[in-house]
């Protein structure tokens, strides 16, 4: 490309001294040249801040002056950002090489487009990545995606998103209080202002972590409470996709059940599955899982 748009990489950490050193390295080997590298420590206590100084490239390191969350970490990311494009990276994720190239080029054949995602390959921690991480690509096949779709799978990882800095300016950034479900939030809200892109390419590793927040009990209702806040926000697409919307919030409540039946929660199962009947129609998996939890606290009474 000539003179290619600059472009603003955002990296969130916290306490990431194991592992930060791989999420820099893989964006100092990407193949596109103008770029800032914005590092967010939140206050991090272990000797995170070491690592980045032993950095002989340029990195822009940004440190909050209280623990605050991801999201507000990328939000500061993102004010201090000088490029068109903002990409974010999570400290512990990799990028595949050629990443930000392809997708710069894909945003720049679409003008409608203002966020392109693609996949991410989820891997073990300590396990050898080196092969997929060698590996060259040069696809840079996409499909267009609406609104609608967005809403029907909002869920991609945050570290192959690329996106136009004045789309995160125009939705208010990050929603800082939220735990989880921040990122769904995000990309649902600009779903409505321009198309977005998928890449029907792998764009980065993600490591998988124990014990996440986006595992826990309290990420199934923030994914809840974002749904509910975009139908009322928006509610000419409600009335218009009101079998989708249920769909969407059944299979949230369905997968919560579910977790809590499989970790004989059976209580606050039921107390789900019973509650959710009132707000979303049933599906035959909402009986079957009510009545395996019910089946359950007789068994084990």
Not at 264 to 286: E, H
Request: aromatic share 8%; glycine share 4%; with cysteine.
């Amino acid at each position: 490309m000539e003179k290619p748009p600059k472009l603003s990489v955002v990296i969130p950490v916290y306490n990431g001294a194991k592992f930060i050193s791989d999420a820099l390295d893989s964006t100092f080997s990407q193949d596109y040249e103008n770029i800032e590298v914005i590092v967010v420590d939140d206050c991090s206590t272990d000797n995170t801040i070491e690592v980045l100084q032993s950095y002989p490239q340029s990195i822009k390191v940004i440190r909050n002056k209280n623990n605050s969350g991801a999201s507000h970490s990328r939000n500061q990311g993102i004010k201090h950002a000088e490029g068109e494009y903002i990409a974010f990276l999570d400290a512990d994720d990799v990028w595949l090489k050629n990443k930000l190239t392809r997708q710069v080029k894909a945003m720049i054949a679409n003008p409608k487009a203002g966020l392109i995602y693609g996949s991410a390959t989820l891997v073990n921690f300590g396990e050898d990545s080196s092969e997929l991480l060698s590996q060259e690509s040069e696809n840079t096949r996409f499909e267009k995606k609406s609104t609608l779709d967005i809403f029907r799978n909002p869920y991609f990882s945050t570290s192959t998103i690329l996106v136009k800095k004045s789309l995160c300016e125009d939705v208010g950034y990050f929603r800082e209080d939220l735990k989880t479900a921040e990122d769904v939030d995000f990309v649902l809200k600009i779903s409505n202002l321009c198309e977005f892109l998928a890449m029907n390419a792998p764009l980065s590793l993600t490591r998988r972590v124990e014990n996440s927040l986006g595992s826990s009990d309290s990420s199934y209702q923030d994914n809840l409470d974002v749904v509910s806040f975009f139908l009322k926000s928006n509610p000419d697409f409600t009335i218009k996709n009101k079998k989708v919307a249920n769909k969407v919030q059944r299979k949230i409540y369905d997968d919560w059940l579910e977790n809590l039946v499989f970790k004989r929660k059976i209580s606050q199962a039921l107390n789900v599955g019973l509650s959710s009947i009132t707000k979303v129609p049933l599906s035959t998996r909402t009986i079957k899982l009510i009545c395996k939890a019910l089946v359950l606290r007789l068994r084990y009474k």
